[in-house]
């Protein structure tokens, strides 16, 4: 591993691979850091490397790519820096970690940001029970571990990965026993013409459909989960139709359906914590997935040196994320003096038109994951919001009533957002709800940022070390 | 803007006082003048309680106090104790034992030293016994040399600070004006006129309460007191199990160690980060958060088994002779400024009475800390 | 029925952990998390607050609900993978 790189790439998914290998193509001393042990993300995770494929096809097109990225980096002889939690960014770039071997921080004279995403869960009476977990935690069990979230799986939420998990869990052998969509037909037949841009993926998701009708599963659209019990070591899920904006409709035809496990999901954040620490410019943009930063064509955050792409600046998808990638490492290359304009142009204008055209899809897909409003309404009052404190909507509302104005005031005053999630599971509720409030997302406000941007151990931070390893500063007076 | 503009503008109402700054000092010189009988004005940049005030460690200790404040962090010590019955409410007061520690024979000579100083201003501290020591607090290392108790230390959670300050001052009626930022004072005749975006209140008297921002408002009095700003750290656990169960700090200073009843741990003592008040950031140095860890770890080995999820950096205001800025300011009648307590939040709520004492026309109970002494010279 | 798709892939060399004392069969190189999944070990701890049981749920490391110990040591166990005779302690770690 390197000690000096130039530019620190934060992130081993599609963008932070495609920022690795436009740096590498023009000499600059690139380090890839990441949590994982694996280049890909989360999108592209691998199976462990003790685990063989049995040579079936069909593991999926993602399978492939996340291989060849992963192969591409290597052969591009960029450093990485795996198992790794970045913990703190200094505005002078300093960059901490803590690893297998203890701290360690890199002085990078740039860095790009390719933090991807986290799945956002609206709330609902029971999803902190064991055996109700996300739907892009249901995609790795799948994918990495080739393990079912359950025999018998009531699949719910919104977009795209709703059939695809759904898919998946047939596929090896589980039973899908509902799949409840908050979106109706129709708004799969409104997103096809951007969906056109991405035949394949069009036709897998319709392919999906039918395969699913077909096994007899029972395709519930614009219904969503009411409630999850415990039921000896299973569920017991509720659900129950809702209108366009997802508020409920005709409560006495819920049905409750007995199953091993709930998998839900309602689209995906952009994890901005980095760019938000650094104190780059930010705009909320719903479309988008919530809070991004402002960024120019180039890919460079508000502040010298700061660059972002991928996911985490707009959830756009995998495709977008690698060319944005490139584009951010070119840009990098360009500003460090390793590449004129006219190369700069040059290489970027290509990606750029693609890019475009990822992204009017990322777009489409963007739509099909928001969540209605309406959800937001219908959180009763005893509901959890905050999983880490168990924060009911009620303690929210009663804050709100005396006067917390926006979501950092009601995190001091509920210990809402305070626990080892750091607000990653309730943050974007949260501030749903004091949107109710204050007429706006941007009113409400986003949480103030904070290091670590993970929790950390203590006895990993502090090392071995003696009393007079701790460089004590002078003496308060007296 | 002149004071012809005052009719056209919505709010500009005319109070008996305008305090500025709504942190601990100046949210109980409010509450103290409006109980006194004034129509009070409480206006800050942000919310109530904030800044240091909602963010530092909360501790309430004699053990880091200024040996010359020691008899008012007394008093402080007591009205947190009992806050119900003056703010109408609890902030999660907790009184607990405190020690102060020392580990090394530079660190025994300076707590002696400092033991004596503040027993002589009567602090009720005292040398005790290593085994005396691990009764108090059974979490503590073996490793101290020499120990200092004192009954009276605990903590006060900051961040509830402010919800039970904001309710007791709607209650009290005061009137708040948050997130309103004053951009300039302009001293008349007979009062005050705040430049605010919107309104612009009158007052015929004046509290400046800004914190480590005082030295801005003074300027706009045409006072110069240079005020020095530090950029204190902290750092929280997670929930864990019972860990410690008294106020932990060392002979220097430099650590502020306990644990809320909720399970999370707090680690502070005044280790510095960077920041600029004018531009209102801070920012973590990632050396002296593991430096404090370190000595957090060292003192209650168990916390070895925790995790960190949340750092955070606070101003705390300092003049050039580390003592407070409580009183009048001479030669602008009615004019007032409180801050720069070292160990504020223990004797914070004694100085807001003494000064609203002193404002209401009685005779303050303590001597209060003129400004005069700090006027840099022209 | 096994959660373990065993169509789809071969694994490495089975692994023996001890989840609370008790005898969990793994593979080497899956996820800690999964391997608790598989075994029916659903609630990994209790929430600090209402004390309600809580288990995998982002597996991705950013919801923290996975908490356990591992060898001693805090993790979050969707981001271990496992080995022959990982000593796994669920429910202690808050």
């Given at each position: 591993m390197i000690r000096d790189p130039e530019i620190l790439i934060l992130g081993a998914g599609p963008a932070g691979v495609g920022a690795a290998l436009a740096l590498a193509d023009h000499g600059v001393r690139a380090l890839v850091v990441d949590s994982g042990f694996a280049a890909g993300g989360q999108v592209y995770?691998?199976?462990?490397?003790?685990f063989a494929p049995?040579?079936?096809?069909?593991?999926?097109?993602d399978q492939e790519e996340g291989a060849r990225q992963r192969r591409l980096l290597a052969d591009s002889g960029v450093a990485t820096a795996f198992g790794r939690l970045v913990w703190s960014i200094g505005t002078d770039l300093r960059v901490d970690a803590l690893g297998p071997d203890g701290p360690e921080f890199w002085r990078p004279k740039g860095l790009v940001v390719a933090a991807g995403a986290t799945e956002r869960v609206v709330p609902f009476p029971g999803w902190t029970l064991p055996g109700v977990m996300g739907l892009a935690a249901a995609t790795i069990l799948l994918k990495s571990q080739c393990m079912l979230p359950g025999r018998r799986v009531v699949v719910a939420g919104c977009g795209p990965l709703l059939f695809a998990v759904a898919n998946a869990v047939v596929k090896g052998g589980g039973q899908v026993v509902a799949l409840a969509d908050l979106a109706g037909p129709g708004t799969w037949l409104r997103a096809m013409p951007a969906l056109l841009g991405r035949p394949g993926d069009l036709l897998q998701g319709g392919a999906w459909m039918a395969r699913l009708a077909a096994k007899g599963v029972p395709l519930m659209f614009r219904h969503t989960v009411r409630e999850a019990r415990a039921l000896g070591a299973g569920l017991k899920v509720s659900l129950g139709a809702v209108d366009a904006n997802g508020r409920p409709m005709r409560p006495a035809r819920d049905r409750t359906l007995e199953a091993d496990s709930l998998v839900v999901g309602h689209g995906l954040i952009p994890s901005t914590e980095a760019l938000r620490l650094l104190g780059a410019e930010m705009y909320f943009d719903a479309e988008a997935g919530g809070w991004v930063p402002r960024l120019d064509d180039d890919q460079r955050a508000s502040r010298a040196g700061l660059y972002a792409a991928g996911d985490g600046t707009g959830v756009r998808g995998a495709v977008g994320a690698f060319l944005a990638g490139r584009i951010a490492g070119l840009t990098a290359a360009l500003d460090l003096g390793r590449i004129d304009a006219g190369q700069h142009a040059r290489a970027a204008g290509p990606l750029r038109r693609r890019l475009a055209q990822a992204r009017r899809f990322g777009r489409a897909m963007s739509r099909l994951m928001a969540p209605p409003s309406g959800l937001y309404d219908a959180l009763d009052a005893h509901t959890v919001v905050c999983r880490c404190e168990d924060v009911t909507r009620a303690e929210v509302n009663q804050a709100l009533e005396s006067g917390a104005a926006d979501v950092n005031q009601l995190k001091s005053w509920t210990r809402c957002g305070m626990g080892p999630c750091q607000g990653r599971m309730c943050g974007d509720t949260v501030a749903q709800i004091v949107a109710l409030r204050t007429g706006s997302r941007a009113a409400a406000g986003a949480w103030t940022a904070r290091v670590p941007l993970r929790p950390l151990n203590v006895e990993a931070l502090a090392g071995d070390f003696d009393y007079d390893d701790i460089p004590l500063p002078t003496a308060a007076p007296l | 803007m002149s004071v012809n503009d005052k009719a056209r503008i919505p709010g500009g109402e005319t109070f008996d006082a305008a305090v500025v700054g709504a942190g601990v000092m100046g949210a109980t010189t409010a509450l103290f003048l409006a109980r006194g009988g004034m129509r009070c004005a409480l206006i800050d940049a942000g919310g109530v309680c904030r800044e240091a005030s909602g963010v530092n460690a909360g501790t309430l200790t004699l053990?880091?106090?200024r040996a010359a404040l020691i008899p008012y962090a007394m008093r402080g010590w007591d009205m947190w104790k009992n806050a119900p019955d003056w703010l109408g409410g609890d902030p999660g007061v907790c009184t607990t034992d405190g020690l102060s520690l020392a580990f090394t024979a530079q660190e025994a000579a300076l707590l002696e030293e400092r033991v004596e100083a503040r027993r002589a201003q009567g602090a009720p501290i005292e040398i005790v016994t290593a085994s005396r020591a691990r009764e108090i607090e059974?979490?503590?290392?073996?490793?101290?040399?020499l120990v200092a108790h004192c009954p009276m230390d605990g903590y006060v959670t900051a961040n509830l600070t402010g919800h039970t300050y904001r309710r007791a001052l709607v209650e009290a009626g005061v009137r708040l004006y948050e997130n309103a930022p004053v951009t300039g004072i302009e001293a008349g005749d007979g009062g005050f006129r705040l430049a605010m975006a919107g309104v612009a209140p009158r007052a015929r008297r004046l509290v400046l309460a800004?914190?480590?921002w005082l030295e801005d408002m003074l300027a706009w009095l045409g006072l110069r007191i240079p005020i020095k700003a530090l950029v204190n750290q902290l750092i929280v656990t997670e929930r864990v199990q019972p860990v410690m169960r008294s106020v932990l700090g060392i002979a220097s200073g430099l650590l502020s160690l306990k644990q809320f009843a909720n399970g999370t741990v707090l680690v502070g003592g005044g280790w510095q980060g960077k920041g600029d008040r004018a531009r209102h950031t801070t920012e973590i140095v990632p050396d002296n958060l593991i430096g404090n860890l370190r000595l957090a770890r060292y003192v209650v080995p168990a916390l070895a088994e925790t995790r960190i999820v949340r750092a955070w950096l606070g101003f705390e205001a300092e003049t050039s002779d580390a003592l407070p800025l409580v009183g009048p300011l001479r030669g602008i009648a009615e004019a007032y400024a409180i801050g720069c307590v070292h160990s504020g939040y223990t004797s914070g709520p004694y100085f807001g009475r003494l000064l609203a004492q002193r404002i209401l026309g009685q005779e303050p109970e303590m001597p209060l800390f003129d400004a005069d002494r700090l006027l840099a010279t022209p | 029925m096994s959660l373990r798709i065993a169509n789809q892939v071969r694994r490495g060399p089975a692994v023996t952990l001890s989840v609370d004392g008790q005898a969990v069969e793994a593979f080497a190189g899956e996820s800690l998390a999964a391997a608790l999944w598989a075994a029916g070990r659903r609630a990994l701890r209790q929430s600090p607050r209402a004390g309600t049981p809580r288990g995998v749920f982002c597996m991705m490391g950013a919801c923290q609900e996975c908490l356990v110990r591992v060898d001693g040591q805090r993790a979050l166990a969707c981001q271990v993978a496992v080995y022959a005779d990982m000593r796994v302690e669920t429910g202690a770690a808050t």
């Open positions: 995770r691998p199976m462990p490397d003790t049995n040579g079936t096809p069909g593991l999926g097109p | 053990h880091m106090t059974p979490g503590l290392t073996d490793d101290a040399r800004g914190g480590v | -």
